[in-house]
Structures are given as structure tokens and as C-alpha cells.
């Protein structure tokens, strides 16, 4: 516990005053000495009875770069007391309004990060600065909080010619099936918002959006995905091997994928799209086993000679042919 600069110079005042009445002798004097004591006095309990607030953090959802969440704070103390309340974040997560000068034990504080990096970022450590009523003592406490948010690499739409490519891989292509349509069902983490129905979603009382299912959608065929990159270079691997897979994805495609940090099994659906963006979203620099290499239906590499290249079927293109030109790539966007 300290005391503020107002009641630093509340005491200079008290020491002041006192020292004036047992020079002078006046009396009067005890009307400045009396409340001075009682106020420090009352600022020092006032701190001792609040004691150390209980603090929550609810974490925000992961995300892709460009997006926006907001993180709150819940707070449990005996009874609201004014406080600063100071939630670090890293430079990867642009946090805004994560100061507070505020009553905590009221409300929800709640504050925005915005997603600029690809990676698993924290927040925390998380500071609260307890003040009485009278601004003159305070005490800090400090949280070891740490919680982790998870940013996705960019996914870009992919537009260009070599699409059709992609649409060759799996035996008999794929085109034809999206068609045969199933039913509609509500709308899970991860599904496409190609595949929204907004005709039933505007007509819901609530805000939940509703999604096209397909009967094909499990049995159109896989494709095993290779993805490496030099030192540097990892984000923009990243980037074509997560557009890539959800384009797959997203056409009913049951893709496996081998990363410098792991691989997943062939699978398809939602659970399978946030397995694959929670992979790359932490993939750094390195090579995959050359087993894997050679058996992969695309094979992804990213270095300073060779850019971002596309190989399969025994052609290699670069990334960029797969999207339009107005699409920068995470050089451009970062530089």
C-alpha cells in the first residue's frame, strides 16, 4: 500500500499543521488535524477491507487476421471500489481501451484486440490499482494471467484459372456434386459462408444463420496436402496451404495435410477446417517427411527462390495464379 500524491500532500499538510500548533500553541489548528487523520485513516481501512479482487478473463474466439474481438473482465469484490485497471496485450494483438480508470465490481469491463499476426499470442500479466473513496492511499495487485488467443493465416478467395486444376484432383472432380442438396441445418464454427442460406437465416427471430448441406459431401474424394518453407517465410506457406485445404473443404473434399509442426489425417467438415487453420495457424519454417512428400497430391513451398509454387500433377504454378490480382500477398500487407 502508498499513498497518492493527494495524500502524500495530505500528510505534508497534517506534519504542517501540527508542527505550527506546538510552536504557536494555537487550538484552532486541531479543526485542519482532526479531519486529516480520520481521512487517512479511513483511505488505509478502506484499502485493507476491500482486499484483492477476484478477476476473470473471458478469452475471445480464434480468428483471422483483419478480425476483431473483445475481451472482458469480471470482477469480485466485497464492494465496488475505484480502480486503474491495466490488461497487457502484445503488439500482435492491437488492443484498444485495455486501460481503465473505472468502478470495478459493477460491470463488465470489456476492451477490443484486433487480429494483425498470424501465431498464438497472450494476454496478460493484468495489473488492478485498488483507490479509496478519497483518491489518497492505493495498492496494486498484480494477476499471472495468462491466456492464449489463436489468429488463423489469411484465406484467400481463390479466383484464378489453375482453380480448375484443384477441381481435377480428386477423381471425377467435384463441381456436379454441390448440387445434390440434403437439407438445411444451423450453422457451425468453421462451415463456409458459401454455403449460407440467407433466405432462412433473415427469417429467424435470432441472429443464428442457417447452412446448405449436401448429400456428396462425404464421398467425393481426398487430397493430401504437403506444405513447407524456408526461414521467413512461413506465413506466406501458410496462407496457400489454408486457402487451398478450405477451397477443398468447402467443395465437400476430405483433406489430409503434413506441416513442418505436424499432420492431420484425411478428414472432411467443419471439425476437420478448424484442425487445419489451428495447425497452420502456429506452422513455422522446415520441411515434412519425404515420405509424405512424395505421396502428397499438392506439395506447397515457400522460399526466397522459388516464392510461393504449387505443385501437382506434375505441373507447378505460383500461388498467385490461384487468386485475383488485387489479392497483396502477407509481404505486401506487412511492408
Not at 1 to 7: A, C, S, V
Not at 35 to 41: E, I, Q, R, S, T
Request: proline share 4%.
Amino acid at each position: 500500500m502508498r499513498l497518492t500524491r493527494r495524500g502524500i500532500g495530505a500528510v505534508v499538510l497534517l506534519v504542517v499543521t501540527v508542527a505550527m500548533a506546538v510552536q504557536f500553541g494555537s487550538r484552532q489548528l486541531g479543526a485542519i488535524v482532526i479531519p486529516v487523520v480520520v481521512a487517512c485513516l479511513g483511505a488505509v481501512i478502506q484499502i485493507v477491507l476491500t482486499g484483492r479482487p477476484e478477476v476473470e478473463r473471458v478469452v475471445p474466439d480464434a480468428g483471422h487476421i483483419g478480425e476483431s474481438r473483445p475481451v472482458r473482465l469480471r470482477f469480485d469484490v466485497a464492494s465496488p471500489v475505484a480502480a486503474r485497471v491495466v490488461d497487457e496485450t502484445p503488439a500482435a494483438l492491437g488492443a484498444t481501451g485495455n486501460v481503465f480508470d473505472t468502478t470495478v465490481g459493477e460491470t463488465v469491463l470489456e476492451y477490443d484486440v484486433e487480429y494483425l499476426a498470424r501465431g498464438e499470442h497472450e494476454l496478460g500479466p493484468l495489473t488492478v490499482t485498488v483507490t479509496d473513496v478519497l483518491a489518497l492511499a492505493e495498492r496494486t495487485y498484480s494477476y499471472s494471467m495468462y491466456d492464449s488467443v489463436l489468429v488463423y493465416p489469411r484465406v484467400y478467395t481463390l479466383t484464378g484459372s489453375t482453380r480448375h486444376d484443384l477441381n481435377l484432383l480428386p477423381e471425377g472432380g467435384f463441381d456436379h456434386n454441390r448440387e445434390e442438396f440434403d437439407r438445411l441445418r444451423e450453422y457451425d464454427r468453421g462451415d463456409s459462408l458459401r454455403d449460407v442460406h440467407w433466405k432462412s437465416s433473415a427469417k429467424r427471430p435470432t441472429d443464428d444463420l442457417v447452412v446448405k448441406e449436401f448429400l456428396a459431401e462425404t464421398d467425393l474424394g481426398d487430397v493430401r496436402i504437403a506444405a513447407e518453407a524456408a526461414d521467413g517465410w512461413d506465413d506466406d506457406m501458410a496462407e496457400a496451404a489454408a486457402s487451398i485445404a478450405l477451397y477443398l473443404l468447402d467443395n465437400g473434399i476430405a483433406v489430409g495435410i503434413a506441416t513442418p509442426n505436424g499432420e492431420l489425417e484425411v478428414a472432411a467438415g467443419a471439425d476437420q477446417r478448424e484442425r487445419l487453420l489451428s495447425l497452420l495457424a502456429t506452422v513455422g519454417p522446415g520441411q515434412v517427411p519425404e515420405h509424405y512428400r512424395e505421396e502428397a497430391d499438392i506439395r506447397i513451398t515457400a522460399s526466397e527462390g522459388t516464392a510461393v509454387s504449387v505443385r501437382m500433377q506434375d505441373n507447378e504454378v505460383p500461388f498467385e495464379q490461384f487468386v485475383s490480382d488485387d489479392v497483396p500477398s502477407s509481404r505486401e500487407v506487412t511492408a
